[in-house]
């Protein structure tokens, strides 16, 4: 419950600047190219490795080495949200924008920071053996909040208002902080340095000399190398499905609607994600990903024609977010096995922003690729660069066979203990 209800929490926001903005702002007129500049202000999640160290050894207020700094940061979110629902999108000048483009900078910097502390309290909770599943509660979590935002937030603008629809997320991230108020943290990890006390500053890595650590595991050049790749073609096609939705027709509900269904799906298919992995392993797992991920970019580009039923609509939405779904369980169990001890935080913090890289770089140019080749174009591009990605991870386990040597032992070691 605590994890869950933790990524529900960054799925949340994240929900909002992802998947309501882009559709939202497009309505009221704003241009390809701006709606792709939304993305460029998730730089902090990029960056967040470099106060990450810091995160994972200060011990907040005294409240707990993660638990601080993710109650800290839910009520960050909330004030940038509450300011938010003060700007109505409809009557914005272009210095209002300025400014709601600084709220959503500002919310993106607490969200990022949370999640430093909650990959480190989840690494620690989750033994190898059940990371597969882990990762699946972990990105249902998330993707329960991407569906309340994303699709309920969508028919609620419609119905209510923006003002009143954004308050009502302030009021969901608060009950939120419920589950890590109650969660002990000390009594659970009492060896951990910081669980009772700050931590001095002396204790505290240098990021430079964190990372050189995690530089030093061996076969990490080739992980680095699909962690750079994995997602590209994804954050290139994802961000502008609302937008082209918009241009073939749909209004904000029937949007919301078929984000709500899809996303639905890829709640429940977080749970097969585990089981592949948990089944396949990382190797097999992860390229079957990469390909199934091209197979579904490659089909969204029959929604450009706008010729389309709003069953086929659902159909194609629905298997992008089920391949989507699976294949973030896979790439996250996968990071997990390379986490240090007492650096977890840090070190799937610095994963994640190798991951998120050339992720963030696809959003930014999404909107100008598509404005420069259109939809279709757009579409196929990123499902070719899906299938030979597929190709690096097999390159990548031919070199390095960590992560997949470690699942080999955690599953025999569990035939012989049933």
Known sequence: ???????????????????????????????????????????????????????????????????????????????????????????????????????????????????????????????????????????????????????????????????????????????????????????????????????????????????????????????IAVLLMFKLPDSLASGMIKPMLVDVGLDLSEIGSITLLSSLVGVAAVFAGGGVYDRLGPRNSLAGMAILQGISLASISLIAGGSLSMGELLALTMFEQLVDSMSNVTLFAVMMHYCRREHEGADYSFQACIQIMFAGLGSVLSGVVAALTGYEVLYWIAGGISVLIAALVLLHFRYSSRAQDEWQLQRELRQKAL
């Open 1 to 223: 419950m605590l994890l869950i209800s933790l990524y529900f929490a960054q799925g949340f926001p994240a929900g909002l600047v992802a998947h309501v903005l882009p559709p939202v702002m497009r309505e009221h007129g704003l241009p390809l190219e701006y709606i792709g500049f939304i993305k460029l202000l998730a730089l902090p999640w990029v960056l967040k490795f470099i106060w990450a160290p810091w995160v994972d050894k200060r011990n907040l207020f005294g409240w707990g080495q993660h638990r601080g700094w993710i109650i800290a940061m839910i009520g960050w979110s909330m004030l940038m949200l509450g300011l938010m629902s003060l700007v109505a999108p409809e009557r914005m000048t272009l210095l209002m924008i300025s400014g709601f483009f600084v709220l959503i900078l500002g919310l993106n910097l607490g969200a990022s920071t949370q999640d430093i502390a909650t990959d480190g309290l989840a690494v620690k909770l989750l033994p190898p053996p059940l990371r597969g599943w882990g990762n699946a509660l972990q990105v249902g979590g998330y993707k329960i909040g991407m569906i309340v935002c994303s699709s309920l937030l969508l028919m609620s603008i419609d119905l209510v208002g923006w003002s009143v629809s954004i308050g009502f997320m302030v009021v969901v991230l608060g009950l939120c902080l419920i589950p890590v108020l109650i969660f002990n943290e000390s009594s659970t990890f009492p060896d951990t340095p910081g669980s009772g006390e700050r931590v001095s500053d002396k204790h505290i890595p240098l990021p430079l000399e964190t990372y050189l650590g995690f530089l030093k595991q061996p076969g990490i050049v080739w992980w």
